[in-house]
Structure formats: C-alpha cells, structure tokens
C-alpha cells in the first residue's frame, strides 16, 4: 500500500507546478497525469467544520481569580452542552460545591450529576443590596398581585367562572395585604 501511496502523492516539476504521475490501474488501463492547481488542499487535508458555538465551547474564558475547580466545572458543562452563562452567574453558590464534590467523588460517582441540575433550578444568588430597596421591591410585587386579585373578584362579581389557580389568588388576596402592612412597618422602622 506504501507503494500506491507514493504513487499518488504530487510531485513538482521543473515548472513548479505539481502534478500526480500517471499510473497503471490492476486491470492494465492507464491513468492519465493530473495537475493539481496552486493552493488547492485535499479534501482530506481540509480542516473539519466547527461552529460558532463549538468553538466558544472550546474556549471557555478563565476569570482571573477563578478557582481550579470552578473552571473545570465550566468546562464540564460545556462539553455536556449546557450554556456556560447559567455556571458563570452563580459563581459564589459554585465555589462550595465543587470542593464537597470533589470529596464525595471517590465514594459515589453518582451525586455530581444531581448538583448541576438542582443548581440550575435555583435562581443566582442575588447581589446583597440595599434592605431598604429589597422591601420595597417585595412591597411592589405584593401589591401587583393584590391588584390582580381585586381584578379577579370584579370579574367573579361580573359573573365571569374563574379556575383553580385564580381562586387561590382570590383567596389570597388578604394575606397579601397583611404581609403588606408588615412590610411598610419594617419600612417605616428602616427609614427612622
């Protein structure tokens, strides 16, 4: 087989060009020279396609400051497909895991696969930010669902069938405005 292969390898000429050799076939016919032209590349040769995304895959930025460990857990969910984005948010919550993982790995192989999937359920741990901001957020929120739900009793007072979910909501609608109340109170006693 060496042999053939030699046969078919280009070899330049006294002009430059590079030309495949003629050759006999088994059955005695007679292959014609082939030029081949300047810059062609074998299909062979030719570089496999990857994409955008198997690239960046590939290329999974190390932070500075970055753990080991939290680098290779980024790129383990890369390679298993999973967006890289949804580790790197949760940087504080991924630093712990991977060292409980890590000591729990010879025992079981089992539990590493859980963790990603119950980390993806939680939302990022938020930033800490101002208490007097985050009780007025849950003061909004409380409110926008109590408007829901005074929405929900004109439409039942209008004679509109309401299902399960909005019922809940409906009933609900007083404990909100209790929590509410609580809430302005701890407002009050913050802004003092």
């Given amino acids: 087989m060496s042999g053939s292969r030699k046969l078919t390898e280009p070899v330049a000429t006294d002009t430059g060009e590079k030309v495949i050799a003629g050759s006999v076939r088994p059955d005695g016919t007679v292959r014609k020279e082939?030029?081949?032209?300047?810059?062609?590349?074998?299909q062979e040769e030719q570089p496999v396609y990857q994409s955008r995304g198997t690239l960046a895959k590939q290329n999974v930025p190390t932070c500075p400051g970055m753990d080991e460990a939290e680098i290779s857990a980024l790129k383990q969910q890369a390679a298993k497909g999973k967006k890289p984005s949804t580790a790197s948010s949760q940087p504080a919550a991924a630093k712990p895991?991977?060292?409980?993982?890590?000591?729990?790995?010879?025992?079981?192989?089992?539990p590493p696969a859980p963790a990603p999937a119950a980390a993806a359920a939680l939302?990022?741990?938020?930033?800490?930010?101002?208490?007097?901001?985050?009780?007025?957020?849950?003061?909004?929120?409380?409110?926008?669902?109590?408007?829901?739900?005074?929405?929900?009793?004109?439409?039942?007072?209008?004679?509109?069938?309401?299902?399960?979910?909005?019922?809940?909501?409906?009933?609900?609608?007083a404990?909100?405005?209790?929590?509410?109340?609580?809430?302005?109170?701890?407002?009050?006693?913050?802004?003092v």
Avoid: C, M, N
């Fill in 34 to 42: 082939r030029r081949i032209r300047a810059g062609y590349t074998p």
């Fill in 123 to 173: 939302p990022p741990p938020a930033e800490p930010e101002d208490p007097k901001a985050a009780l007025e957020k849950q003061i909004r929120a409380l409110k926008k669902k109590i408007r829901q739900a005074s929405d929900l009793a004109e439409k039942k007072a209008a004679g509109a069938a309401l299902d399960k979910d909005q019922e809940e909501k409906l009933a609900r609608g």
């Fill in 97 to 110: 895991k991977p060292a409980a993982s890590q000591a729990s790995a010879p025992a079981k192989a089992a």
């Fill in 175 to 191: 404990a909100w405005q209790d929590e509410v109340s609580q809430l302005e109170a701890q407002l009050a006693k913050l802004g």
